[in-house]
C-alpha cells in the first residue's frame, strides 16, 4: 500500500512537472536531498543550494547561480536572476549560510522544522513558476 501511494505520487509528480517545468523532476530532486526520512531538514535543504557554489568559496555568487540553474534544467532560467534576488534573504549579493536558514523558513510552511514534499512543491512552485 505504501509502494503503491509513492509510485501514485511519482506518477502524479511527473504529470503536473510537465507544463513549464522545463524536464525538471521535482519529486527526484526533493528524495535526492531529503534521504530516507522523507523530510528535507534545514541542513539538507542548505546542501541544495550550496550545490550551486562552484569554486566551493562558500558563496553562491550570482553568476554560480544562473549558470547553475540553466545547465541543470531550472524551470523559467530566464528568470534566475530574479529568483537569485529572491534567494538573497541577507541581502549582500551571494547566497550563503546566512540567507539558508531564512529561505529554509520561508518554505517550512508549519514552522516544524522539516520540510514535506508538499511543502516543498508548493513553495518551489510560488517561487519558480511563472503562472
Ligand atoms: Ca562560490
Ligand atoms: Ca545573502
Ligand atoms: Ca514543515
Redesign the pocket.
Same mark, same amino acid.
Given at each position: 500500500m505504501r509502494t503503491f501511494a509513492v509510485i501514485a505520487l511519482a506518477l502524479f509528480g511527473c504529470v503536473i512537472a510537465q507544463p513549464g517545468g522545463g524536464g525538471l523532476n521535482l519529486d527526484r530532486l526533493f528524495n535526492q536531498y531529503a534521504g530516507n526520512d522523507q523530510v528535507i531538514s534545514q541542513t539538507e535543504f542548505a546542501r541544495f543550494w550550496r550545490h550551486f =557554489? $562552484? =569554486? %566551493? =568559496? %562558500? $558563496?553562491?555568487?550570482k553568476q554560480?547561480f544562473d549558470r547553475g540553474w540553466r545547465q541543470e534544467g531550472f524551470p523559467n532560467p530566464q528568470n534566475a536572476p530574479l529568483f537569485f534576488l529572491e534567494m538573497d534573504r541577507v541581502p549582500d549579493e551571494v547566497l550563503n549560510n546566512l540567507d539558508y536558514p531564512h529561505i529554509f523558513h520561508l518554505f517550512d510552511e508549519n514552522g516544524n522544522g522539516e520540510l514535506t514534499l508538499r511543502e516543498f512543491r508548493y513553495n518551489w512552485e510560488a517561487y519558480f513558476s511563472d503562472n
Open positions: =557554489d $562552484d =569554486d %566551493g =568559496d %562558500g $558563496d553562491v555568487t554560480e
